[in-house]
């Protein structure tokens, strides 16, 4: 099975600045990585897939990038709403293994 | 507009049955492949168990293997999952989800609101 480990678990940013999250597969997933967002009391939803595709809709704040066994996700000019759960997960192949979180919290 | 809603969950004694009904509207439910993933209270997301648009390939998680069984029914428009010999472990907020495919990659697209599962004596 593709492991799949994000860091950092936590991370506190203020409205304005920029972040990344990082995510490493255990094997080349070939760039078939998805990135989701999870409110608190939400569905997660889709943000970019293909590590760099952004989904309909999806700010262009969001960024993705990566390949082989190493990818990132950047919010540039965080806003009030992106405080939230950040997901990768390996698009690859079953079983479809996630990443296990990144929270970003209001600092 | 893509809907998937969940239903079935509830509280339930371990070793019990359980089965999980998803109607999907707003698509052709036919052409697409669907999952179950779920998220224990607090943690992160564990994929459950997949099937193709046409039944024809079933996947699991060796968490639940050989105790879930996932199922469809296309013209009902409905996703299934049959959980049995539940355990402690198994509790979970159960999220369907549709499985998009695009030019090599794999995701999830859709997901609906989740129904929650509660194993406990």
């Known amino acids: 099975d593709i492991q799949m480990t994000q860091s950092p678990t936590s991370l506190a940013a203020s409205v304005g600045e920029s972040v990344t999250i990082t995510c490493l597969a255990s094997?080349?997933?070939?760039?078939?990585l998805v990135w989701y967002q999870q409110k608190p009391g939400k569905s997660p939803q889709l943000l970019i897939y293909?590590?760099?595709i952004l989904e309909d809709g999806i700010p262009s704040r969001f960024s993705g990038s990566g390949s082989d066994t190493q990818y990132s996700l950047k919010i540039n000019s965080l806003q009030p709403e992106d405080f939230a759960s950040y997901y990768c997960?390996?698009?690859?192949?079953?079983?479809?293994?996630f990443g296990g979180g990144t929270k970003l919290e209001l600092k | 507009e893509v809907q998937l809603v969940e239903s079935g969950g509830g509280l339930v004694q371990p070793g019990r049955s359980l089965k999980l009904s998803c109607l999907a509207s707003g698509f052709t439910f036919s052409n697409y492949g669907m999952n179950w993933i779920r998220q224990a209270p607090g943690k992160g997301l564990e994929w459950v168990a997949s099937i193709s648009s046409s039944s024809s390939y079933i996947y699991y998680a060796d968490t639940v293997k050989g105790r879930f069984t996932i199922s469809r029914d296309n013209a009902k428009n409905t996703l299934y999952l049959q959980m049995t010999s539940l355990r402690s472990e198994d509790t979970a907020l159960y999220y369907c989800a549709r499985q998009a495919y695009t030019t090599d990659y794999y995701y999830f697209d859709y997901w609906g609101q989740g129904v929650m599962v509660t194993v406990s004596s």
């Open positions: 094997e080349d997933i070939y760039g078939s």
């Open positions: 997960q390996n698009g690859l192949s079953t079983p479809w293994t």
């Open positions: 293909g590590a760099t």
